[in-house]
C-alpha cells in the first residue's frame, strides 16, 4: 500500500503524512502542472522510508501528438535523486512515440554520471513560511470573461489558484488588506469551496464564490487592523472543496501601499503576481545533445545520427516561462485539451506563417536518402511520418480558423439568395482542402501506426476530433446550401496508402510452458492472398511456416504451441503476399528478425 496523487501531502504541509502514516508505506506523488512543475520538493523533508516521484512522460492535452521531453526527464531523475527518492516512475497513455522520453528515464533510474550537473549535492529547499512571495499555485487567465461590478475586467481575469498562501514583506504596523475574488471558470455552487486567514486570524470561515455573487463578478473584501509583528504579512488559504482562487490583493498602511494582480502581469498600478516563494532557479530542462546522439544512432544508424541529432535536440523541451506556469515548447503544439485529452482549436493565423514552424519536417526528410539497412529506414519513416502528421494537424487547424471565419461572414449576410451564394463561393472550397487536408494528417497518421496506442489516436480523431471538426459543420453548411454537400466536401472511408503489417504487441519474451500468440493487422485497400508466421530457434536452420488465421476484416491472429517452442529462445517473422508484392514484419526480416527469449521459473 502506498500514496499517490497530484501532490504529496496538504498545502500547508506537502511532507504531512510522513508523520501520520507507518513507515513501511511509500510515499508517491505525480508532478504537477502536468509535468511542467518539476519533482515535488516535500520529498526532501520525508525521512526514513520510500519515496516514489512519478514524472510526466507525456501530458493528456497534447495526447495526440508527439512529445520530447528528454531534457525534462533527466531534470526530474536528478532532482528525485537530490531529495532521497528511492523509486522512479513515468506517467503515460502511449508508447512507441515517447521512446526517447522512456530511454532517457530509465537510463536516468540507473546512471547520472556525464549529465547531472547536482549529483552527489543536497538541494537546500528554502522555506516558503519565511519568504516574500506565494506558496505554491498556479496562474489561469481568461481574456474573453467580462467581469461585472468591475470596470477593470482585466484585474479580475487573471487568478492565482491552489496556493497555499501568499506572504509580503512589510514594516512592522497595522495594515488593511484588500483580497479581491472572481469565480472565472464554475457554474454551480458547491464546486470552490475555501476559507482565508491573516496573521494567524481566521478572516473568511467558508466562501463559495459562485453561491455568493456567481460567475465573472467582482467581489472584494476588505480587513482593516491587521497587526503585522515580525515583518511578515501573512495570508493562508484553507482548501475546503477543489482549489482556493484570488485575483489580486491590496495592502495599505504605514506609508505603505502594495497592489498584486495575482496570477497576472503587471495592470495599472498593480505589479504582477509574485513568484513562488521556493522558487527554483535551475533551468526546468538539462541538456539532452549527448543522449539523442546515442539514440539516433541506434535508431536509424551512423551515416545520419549527428545531423538528426541535432535536429532532435533543438525539438526537445522547451524554454523557461517559471517554475509552475505553462510553458511554450520548441516542438509545435497544435494539441490541448478540448472537453477531453488530446483536442484540437481553429487556429486563426495563417498558415504561410505557421508553416515556418514546421521547416524541421523537410530538414528530416532530406535525411532518408542516407538511412541504410530495412530496420534502421523503418525506424526513421516512423519519426519522419509522425512529424508530417503532427505538420498536417496544424494545418487542418488554420483551415479550421479560416472555415470559421469565412462562416461568420456568411451568417451576417441578409439576403438569403447572396447567402448561398456567397457560401457556395468561399466556404464550400475550404471545407473540400479541410477534408483533403484531413485526409492527408490520416495518410502520415496510420503510416506511423504500430503500437494499441496508436490506434488510440486515431479513435480520439474518429471519435472526439472529427464531430466538432467535420461533422457539425458540414451539417451547417449543408442548411445553408439547401442541399447535400458533394462527396468531395465529405470524409473518405477507404484506405489509401501502401499495404502494412502491424503486430501492435510485439512479444519479446515469454515464461517456459507459454504460447506464443500475436495479432496482426494487414492495413491496405487488398487483402493478403497468403499471410504466415516463420519461426525457429534463434539462429539455427530453416524457418517454419505457420498460417495466420482470419479473425475479421483486416485483423489476423497466430499461436505458436509452447510445446514446439520448448524452452530454447527462438525467432520470427510475418509476411503478407498482397498484389505483386511482398511485406514482412519486422521490416529487416528475414535477415533480422524479432527474437524472443524464453525464460524459465525458478
Not at 520510500?50 to 526527464?73: H, N, S, T
Not at 547520472?112 to 519565511?130: A, H, M, S, V
Not at 475586467?153 to 484588500?178: C, F, K
Not at 539462429?539 to 530454447?568: C, D, N, T
Amino acid at each position: 500500500l502506498a500514496t499517490c496523487g497530484w501532490v504529496l501531502g496538504p498545502p500547508k504541509d506537502r511532507a504531512l503524512f510522513d508523520n501520520l502514516l507507518p513507515k513501511e508505506m511509500p510515499m508517491s506523488c505525480i508532478n504537477r502542472n502536468v509535468g511542467f512543475a518539476p519533482v515535488e520538493t516535500g520529498f526532501a523533508r520525508v525521512e526514513g522510508r520510500p519515496q516514489w516521484a512519478i514524472p510526466w512522460l507525456e501530458d493528456d492535452p497534447a495526447l495526440i501528438i508527439p512529445q520530447l521531453w528528454v531534457g525534462r526527464m533527466r531534470r526530474d531523475a536528478a532532482d528525485a535523486l537530490a531529495y532521497g527518492c528511492t523509486g522512479l516512475l513515468g506517467i503515460h497513455w502511449r508508447t512507441r512515440v515517447l521512446g526517447p522520453n522512456v530511454s532517457a528515464l530509465a537510463k536516468a533510474a540507473w546512471d547520472q554520471k556525464g549529465w547531472n550537473p547536482y549529483l552527489g549535492r543536497k538541494i537546500e529547499i528554502p522555506d516558503p513560511k519565511t519568504t516574500e512571495g506565494r506558496e505554491g499555485g498556479a496562474a489561469a487567465a481568461f481574456p474573453s470573461n467580462a467581469i461585472a461590478d468591475t470596470e477593470r475586467d482585466s484585474l479580475y481575469q487573471t487568478v492565482t489558484y491552489n496556493m497555499a498562501a501568499y506572504r509580503l514583506n512589510v514594516p512592522n504596523g497595522t495594515y488593511t488588506v484588500r483580497l479581491q475574488f472572481c469565480e472565472p471558470h464554475y457554474n454551480e455552487i458547491g464546486k470552490r469551496v475555501f476559507g482565508v486567514t491573516l496573521q494567524g486570524r481566521k478572516a473568511i470561515d467558508k466562501l463559495d464564490l459562485f453561491a455568493t455573487v456567481g460567475k465573472d463578478r467582482a467581489l472584494d473584501y476588505t480587513f482593516p487592523g491587521i497587526e503585522v509583528a515580525n515583518g511578515l504579512l501573512d495570508i493562508q488559504f484553507d482548501s475546503l472543496v477543489e482549489f482556493p482562487c484570488l485575483a489580486a490583493l491590496v495592502v495599505e498602511g504605514q506609508g505603505l501601499t502594495r497592489k498584486i494582480n495575482c496570477g497576472g502581469p503587471a495592470f495599472e498600478d498593480y505589479e504582477a503576481d509574485l513568484p513562488q516563494s521556493n522558487e527554483d532557479k535551475r533551468p526546468r530542462d538539462l541538456p539532452a545533445e549527448d543522449f539523442y546522439i546515442d539514440w539516433a544512432r541506434a535508431e536509424f544508424g551512423r551515416e545520419v545520427a549527428a545531423p538528426a541529432a541535432q535536429l532532435f535536440t533543438k525539438l526537445d523541451g522547451g524554454p523557461d516561462l517559471g517554475i509552475g506556469k505553462r510553458r511554450e515548447t520548441y516542438l509545435p503544439r497544435p494539441s490541448t485539451w478540448v472537453h477531453g485529452p488530446g483536442g484540437i482549436r481553429p487556429d486563426s493565423r495563417p498558415w504561410d506563417q505557421v508553416r515556418q514552424e514546421y521547416a524541421f519536417v523537410d530538414d528530416l526528410a532530406a535525411l532518408r536518402s542516407r538511412v541504410r539497412g530495412a530496420g534502421n529506414l523503418e525506424r526513421f519513416d516512423y519519426w519522419l511520418n509522425t512529424m508530417r502528421y503532427l505538420k498536417a494537424v496544424g494545418q487542418v487547424n488554420c483551415t479550421w480558423g479560416r472555415f470559421n471565419a469565412a462562416l461568420d461572414k456568411v451568417k451576417k449576410e441578409p439576403d438569403k439568395d447572396r447567402h448561398r451564394q456567397l457560401a457556395r463561393a468561399t466556404l464550400l472550397p475550404i471545407r473540400q482542402e479541410l477534408i483533403e487536408q484531413v485526409r492527408e494528417v490520416h495518410r502520415s497518421l496510420l503510416a506511423s501506426i504500430t503500437t494499441t496506442g496508436g490506434m488510440g489516436t486515431v479513435a480520439n480523431w474518429q471519435q472526439h476530433l472529427l464531430p466538432s471538426l467535420l461533422d457539425q459543420p458540414g451539417k451547417e453548411l449543408a442548411e445553408i446550401l439547401g442541399e447535400p454537400l458533394p462527396p468531395e466536401a465529405g470524409p473518405s472511408d477507404t484506405y489509401d496508402g501502401p499495404p502494412r503489417l502491424i503486430v501492435p504487441t510485439v512479444r519479446t519474451s515469454l515464461m517456459t510452458g507459454e504460447d506464443l500468440r500475436l495479432k496482426v493487422i494487414a492495413l491496405g485497400a487488398q487483402k493478403p492472398r497468403a499471410s504466415d508466421l516463420y519461426w525457429r530457434p534463434l539462429g539455427q536452420g530453416p524457418f517454419e511456416k505457420v498460417p495466420l488465421e482470419h479473425v475479421a476484416r483486416s485483423v489476423y491472429s497466430v499461436q505458436l504451441p509452447a510445446a514446439q517452442i520448448g524452452e530454447s529462445d527462438i525467432e520470427y517473422y510475418v509476411q503478407a503476399s498482397v498484389g505483386t508484392g511482398t511485406i514482412r514484419f519486422p521490416a529487416s526480416a528475414p535477415a533480422v528478425s524479432q527474437a524472443v527469449v524464453i525464460l524459465t521459473r525458478n
